[in-house]
């Protein structure tokens, strides 16, 4: 068994796109393993409290802003486009009644 984990090579489409290291929670089940390096074990790197400090850093900065963003409403701006164009056409309609751009018109009369 070895000391450490490898960084894992990431392939999209074909394309090297980088690799994972061991801290970005790649765990071997059943060992224990170390949550902050990549040592197996007992045997850890020397990367432990550095990187501690960073994912401690980050999970206070997530939670801060999953904070801010629940106190904001959860309701999107524009209505979500559905059906054919005519739909798309009533919702313009209606966004533009709202802004005060639209004015009804009377419909036409007959002689």
């Known amino acids: ?11 999209d489409g074909g394309v090297y796109a980088g690799t994972l290291d061991a801290i970005h929670n790649i765990r071997m089940v059943g060992v224990p393993n170390c949550m902050f390096c ?4 007992d045997h850890h790197s020397g990367a432990c409290a550095q ?6 850093s980050f999970l206070a900065r997530k939670k801060k802003l999953a904070a ?10 524009k209505p979500t486009r559905r059906g054919t164009n005519a739909g798309l056409r009533a919702i ?3 966004i ?16």
């Open 1 to 11: 068994m070895p000391m450490f984990r490898k960084p894992l090579p990431v392939i």
């Open 38 to 41: 990549s040592g197996i074990g």
């Open 51 to 56: 990187n501690k400090t960073k994912i401690l």
């Open 68 to 77: 801010a963003k629940g106190a904001t409403p959860a309701e999107p701006d």
């Open 92 to 94: 313009e309609r209606k």
């Open 96 to 111: 533009l009644q709202e802004n005060g751009q639209l004015v009804a018109q009377p419909a036409p009369t007959q002689p």
